[in-house]
């Protein structure tokens, strides 16, 4: 599968902006998606993640209640609604496709397939 990763952009503290993670192929119900972020020095972190088949969601602590992941079927496409943000969130945005259902979702070692990357930035 691949995936492609927008809607990043250049935002100002408390704004809001979506990002989309089209992908191409068939994404099975036994696929977790995953957003992660990596900001300039630091390791990839978690972000938020989706498991394919119960739609059950998972959020990093520093985005829990600002930022909401979502999946539309039809469209293989999974959203990252991201709300009030701040300029901790500054960094480069991927998404990732996890083949295997059991396990954690959080570490970006078990994912398989990765999108380009979207930047945010936010300043003002």
């Known amino acids: 599968v691949q995936l492609q990763a927008s809607g990043g952009g250049l935002a100002q503290p408390g704004d809001s902006l979506r990002l989309s993670c089209a992908a191409s192929g068939t994404i099975y119900s036994s696929y977790v998606m995953g957003w992660f972020r990596q900001a300039p020095g630091k390791e990839r972190e978690f972000v938020a993640a989706i498991r394919w088949r119960s739609n059950a969601k998972y959020y990093a602590d520093s985005v829990k209640g600002r930022f909401a992941i979502s999946r539309v079927n039809a469209e293989n496409t999974v959203y990252l609604q991201m709300n009030n943000l701040e300029p901790e969130d500054t960094a480069v945005y991927y998404c990732?496709?996890?083949?295997?259902?059991?396990?954690?979702?959080?570490?970006?070692?078990?994912?398989?397939?990765w999108g380009q990357g979207t930047l945010v930035t936010v300043s003002s």
């Open positions: 990732g496709a996890d083949t295997d259902y059991s396990g954690s979702v959080y570490g970006p070692e078990k994912y398989d397939y």
